[in-house]
DNA sequence: TGCCAGGCCCTCTTTAGGGCCTT
Protein backbone atom coordinates (compact mmCIF):
# COMPACT_ATOMS: atom_id res chain seq x y z
CA UNK A 1 0.00 0.00 0.00
CA UNK A 2 2.83 2.30 0.70
CA UNK A 3 5.03 1.54 -2.05
CA UNK A 4 3.65 2.57 -5.37
CA UNK A 5 4.70 4.02 -8.41
CA UNK A 6 3.49 6.51 -10.77
CA UNK A 7 3.83 8.32 -13.79
CA UNK A 8 4.17 12.00 -13.57
CA UNK A 9 3.57 13.16 -16.84
CA UNK A 10 3.07 16.26 -18.99
CA UNK A 11 1.66 17.13 -23.00
CA UNK A 12 2.79 20.51 -24.84
CA UNK A 13 -0.14 20.54 -27.67
CA UNK A 14 -1.13 22.77 -29.91
CA UNK A 15 -3.58 24.39 -28.13
CA UNK A 16 -6.27 24.23 -25.77
CA UNK A 17 -8.82 21.42 -26.19
CA UNK A 18 -9.05 18.26 -28.50
CA UNK A 19 -12.37 18.63 -28.99
CA UNK A 20 -11.41 22.06 -30.72
CA UNK A 21 -8.83 20.19 -33.38
CA UNK A 22 -5.70 20.55 -31.18
CA UNK A 23 -2.92 17.84 -30.85
CA UNK A 24 -0.35 16.92 -28.89
CA UNK A 25 3.44 17.80 -30.05
CA UNK A 26 5.20 16.63 -27.12
CA UNK A 27 4.62 14.40 -23.89
CA UNK A 28 7.77 14.43 -21.57
CA UNK A 29 6.78 11.71 -17.99
CA UNK A 30 8.95 10.68 -14.75
CA UNK A 31 8.31 7.44 -13.26
CA UNK A 32 8.32 7.72 -9.55
CA UNK A 33 8.92 4.66 -7.23
CA UNK A 34 10.16 5.31 -3.08
CA UNK A 35 9.37 8.65 -3.69
CA UNK A 36 12.70 8.53 -6.12
CA UNK A 37 12.65 9.29 -9.99
CA UNK A 38 13.76 6.04 -11.42
CA UNK A 39 12.79 6.96 -15.10
CA UNK A 40 11.76 9.11 -17.57
CA UNK A 41 10.26 9.67 -21.36
CA UNK A 42 10.25 11.86 -23.79
CA UNK A 43 9.75 12.92 -27.20
CA UNK A 44 8.25 15.40 -29.56
CA UNK A 45 5.68 14.36 -31.98
CA UNK A 46 4.76 15.24 -35.17
CA UNK A 47 0.84 16.98 -34.77
CA UNK A 48 0.64 16.69 -39.00
CA UNK A 49 -0.52 20.37 -39.03
CA UNK A 50 1.23 23.71 -38.59
CA UNK A 51 1.53 25.39 -35.19
CA UNK A 52 0.93 28.80 -34.40
CA UNK A 53 3.50 31.40 -33.81
CA UNK A 54 2.38 31.36 -29.96
CA UNK A 55 2.74 28.38 -29.85
CA UNK A 56 6.35 27.71 -30.85
CA UNK A 57 7.29 30.98 -28.71
CA UNK A 58 5.13 29.86 -25.81
CA UNK A 59 7.33 26.66 -25.57
CA UNK A 60 10.09 27.13 -27.81
CA UNK A 61 9.28 24.04 -30.30
CA UNK A 62 9.29 25.01 -33.72
CA UNK A 63 7.59 23.41 -37.13
CA UNK A 64 11.52 22.53 -38.23
CA UNK A 65 11.50 20.63 -34.95
CA UNK A 66 8.05 18.73 -35.15
CA UNK A 67 8.75 17.95 -39.03
CA UNK A 68 11.38 15.66 -37.88
CA UNK A 69 9.60 14.50 -35.04
CA UNK A 70 8.30 11.02 -35.19
CA UNK A 71 4.46 10.60 -35.38
CA UNK A 72 2.02 10.75 -32.77
CA UNK A 73 0.89 7.13 -33.54
CA UNK A 74 4.25 5.84 -32.81
CA UNK A 75 5.02 8.13 -29.85
CA UNK A 76 1.67 7.14 -28.31
CA UNK A 77 3.01 3.56 -28.30
CA UNK A 78 5.83 3.76 -26.70
CA UNK A 79 4.22 5.97 -23.91
CA UNK A 80 1.65 3.38 -23.33
CA UNK A 81 4.45 0.77 -22.68
CA UNK A 82 6.17 3.33 -20.61
CA UNK A 83 2.68 4.18 -18.18
CA UNK A 84 1.99 0.48 -18.29
CA UNK A 85 -0.81 0.94 -15.48
CA UNK A 86 1.00 2.72 -13.41
CA UNK A 87 -1.12 5.56 -11.38
CA UNK A 88 -0.42 8.38 -13.02
CA UNK A 89 -0.14 12.55 -12.11
CA UNK A 90 -0.20 15.80 -13.73
CA UNK A 91 -0.73 19.54 -13.14
CA UNK A 92 -4.68 20.40 -14.16
CA UNK A 93 -4.90 16.98 -14.46
CA UNK A 94 -8.08 17.77 -16.49
CA UNK A 95 -6.24 19.20 -19.06
CA UNK A 96 -3.46 16.17 -19.72
CA UNK A 97 -6.20 13.61 -19.03
CA UNK A 98 -8.10 14.80 -22.24
CA UNK A 99 -4.80 14.73 -24.64
CA UNK A 100 -4.15 11.66 -22.85
CA UNK A 101 -7.39 9.70 -23.71
CA UNK A 102 -7.86 11.48 -27.29
CA UNK A 103 -4.39 10.49 -28.36
CA UNK A 104 -4.41 7.13 -26.94
CA UNK A 105 -8.15 6.49 -28.29
CA UNK A 106 -6.04 6.98 -32.22
CA UNK A 107 -4.28 4.29 -31.14
CA UNK A 108 -7.17 1.84 -29.74
CA UNK A 109 -5.64 2.02 -26.86
CA UNK A 110 -7.59 2.73 -23.12
CA UNK A 111 -6.33 3.91 -20.03
CA UNK A 112 -6.92 1.94 -17.63
CA UNK A 113 -6.17 3.76 -14.47
CA UNK A 114 -7.11 6.55 -12.59
CA UNK A 115 -5.13 10.34 -12.57
CA UNK A 116 -4.18 12.23 -9.38
CA UNK A 117 -3.53 16.02 -9.56
CA UNK A 118 -1.14 17.88 -8.08
CA UNK A 119 -2.84 21.64 -9.09
CA UNK A 120 -6.11 20.45 -7.18
CA UNK A 121 -4.06 19.04 -4.09
CA UNK A 122 -1.19 22.43 -4.04
CA UNK A 123 -4.30 24.10 -3.59
CA UNK A 124 -5.53 22.42 -0.58
CA UNK A 125 -2.14 21.69 1.00
CA UNK A 126 -0.32 24.73 0.46
CA UNK A 127 -3.59 27.44 0.10
CA UNK A 128 -1.03 29.98 1.48
CA UNK A 129 0.86 29.65 -2.03
CA UNK A 130 0.65 32.79 -3.68
CA UNK A 131 -0.65 31.02 -6.87
CA UNK A 132 -0.88 27.57 -7.77
CA UNK A 133 0.63 27.22 -11.55
CA UNK A 134 3.29 24.88 -11.55
CA UNK A 135 6.12 27.93 -12.02
CA UNK A 136 4.75 29.61 -8.72
CA UNK A 137 4.79 26.70 -6.83
CA UNK A 138 8.43 25.69 -7.54
CA UNK A 139 9.65 28.83 -6.77
CA UNK A 140 7.14 29.06 -3.32
CA UNK A 141 8.25 25.22 -2.35
CA UNK A 142 11.96 25.78 -3.80
CA UNK A 143 11.64 22.72 -6.04
CA UNK A 144 14.43 21.24 -7.79
CA UNK A 145 14.45 23.17 -11.44
CA UNK A 146 16.82 23.12 -14.37
CA UNK A 147 14.94 26.72 -15.37
CA UNK A 148 13.09 25.90 -17.95
CA UNK A 149 9.47 26.01 -18.59
CA UNK A 150 6.70 24.93 -21.19
CA UNK A 151 8.56 22.17 -21.98
CA UNK A 152 7.08 18.68 -21.56
CA UNK A 153 10.01 16.42 -19.26
CA UNK A 154 11.16 19.75 -17.59
CA UNK A 155 7.40 20.40 -16.31
CA UNK A 156 7.16 17.16 -15.38
CA UNK A 157 10.31 16.61 -13.52
CA UNK A 158 9.10 19.81 -11.54
CA UNK A 159 5.54 18.14 -11.48
CA UNK A 160 7.57 15.10 -9.98
CA UNK A 161 9.13 17.17 -7.21
CA UNK A 162 6.20 19.10 -6.08
CA UNK A 163 4.56 15.25 -6.05
CA UNK A 164 6.88 13.99 -3.73
CA UNK A 165 7.55 17.02 -2.08
CA UNK A 166 3.70 17.03 -0.78
CA UNK A 167 3.91 13.54 0.28
CA UNK A 168 6.96 14.38 2.48
CA UNK A 169 4.82 17.74 3.90
CA UNK A 170 2.07 15.22 4.41
CA UNK A 171 3.79 12.51 6.76
CA UNK A 172 5.98 15.64 8.24
CA UNK A 173 2.57 17.72 9.06
CA UNK A 174 -0.12 15.13 9.51
CA UNK A 175 2.13 12.51 11.35
CA UNK A 176 0.80 10.11 8.45
CA UNK A 177 2.91 7.13 8.27
CA UNK A 178 1.56 6.23 4.46
CA UNK A 179 0.33 8.33 2.00
CA UNK A 180 -2.17 5.66 -0.40
CA UNK A 181 -3.23 7.25 -4.07
CA UNK A 182 -6.28 6.57 -3.26
CA UNK A 183 -6.34 9.11 0.18
CA UNK A 184 -5.04 11.79 -2.37
CA UNK A 185 -7.26 10.99 -4.99
CA UNK A 186 -10.14 11.53 -1.97
CA UNK A 187 -8.08 15.00 -0.71
CA UNK A 188 -8.51 16.23 -3.90
CA UNK A 189 -12.52 16.30 -3.80
CA UNK A 190 -13.05 17.26 -0.20
CA UNK A 191 -13.63 21.51 0.00
CA UNK A 192 -10.33 23.33 0.66
CA UNK A 193 -12.21 24.12 3.89
CA UNK A 194 -12.55 20.63 5.14
CA UNK A 195 -9.29 19.36 3.88
CA UNK A 196 -7.50 19.52 7.20
CA UNK A 197 -9.78 17.68 9.22
CA UNK A 198 -10.09 15.25 6.62
CA UNK A 199 -6.30 14.50 6.84
CA UNK A 200 -6.39 14.60 10.59
CA UNK A 201 -9.14 11.91 10.83
CA UNK A 202 -7.29 9.98 8.44
CA UNK A 203 -4.46 10.05 10.27
CA UNK A 204 -6.08 8.49 12.97
CA UNK A 205 -7.31 5.65 11.41
CA UNK A 206 -3.78 4.51 10.33
CA UNK A 207 -3.04 5.30 13.98
CA UNK A 208 -5.90 2.81 14.99
CA UNK A 209 -4.46 0.67 12.16
C1' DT B 1 -19.34 33.18 -41.88
C1' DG B 2 -18.50 32.77 -37.37
C1' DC B 3 -17.80 30.10 -33.91
C1' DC B 4 -13.98 28.41 -30.76
C1' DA B 5 -12.27 24.39 -23.63
C1' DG B 6 -13.41 22.70 -19.42
C1' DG B 7 -13.31 22.22 -14.57
C1' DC B 8 -12.43 24.14 -10.06
C1' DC B 9 -13.42 27.63 -6.68
C1' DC B 10 -14.78 31.96 -4.65
C1' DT B 11 -18.46 35.23 -3.80
C1' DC B 12 -21.66 40.71 -3.62
C1' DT B 13 -23.90 32.43 -4.98
C1' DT B 14 -27.36 28.38 -5.99
C1' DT B 15 -32.50 31.81 -11.32
C1' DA B 16 -24.41 33.70 -11.91
C1' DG B 17 -20.20 35.57 -13.05
C1' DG B 18 -15.42 35.70 -13.24
C1' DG B 19 -10.49 34.42 -12.03
C1' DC B 20 -7.31 30.62 -12.10
C1' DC B 21 -4.90 26.72 -14.42
C1' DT B 22 -3.48 23.81 -18.41
C1' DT B 23 -1.36 24.95 -24.24
Redesign the pocket.
Known amino acids: MGNYSVVVL????????P????RA??IGAVLIENNRIVDRFQSLMNPGMKISR??EE??GITNQMLQAAPSIIQVMHKFAAFMARHHLVA??A???S?FLDAELQRINHTRCQEFACS??LS??LY?E?P???????VRHKSLTTDGVH?R?LA?AEMTGHLWMGMIDDLKADYNLKQVPFQLLQQL??V???AAPVFLQRAAEKQRQG
Do not use: M, Q, V
Not at 19 to 22: K, V, Y
Open positions: DFETTGLSNNGDIEFIYTHNSFDRLLRRPSGHSLETLHADSKSKS
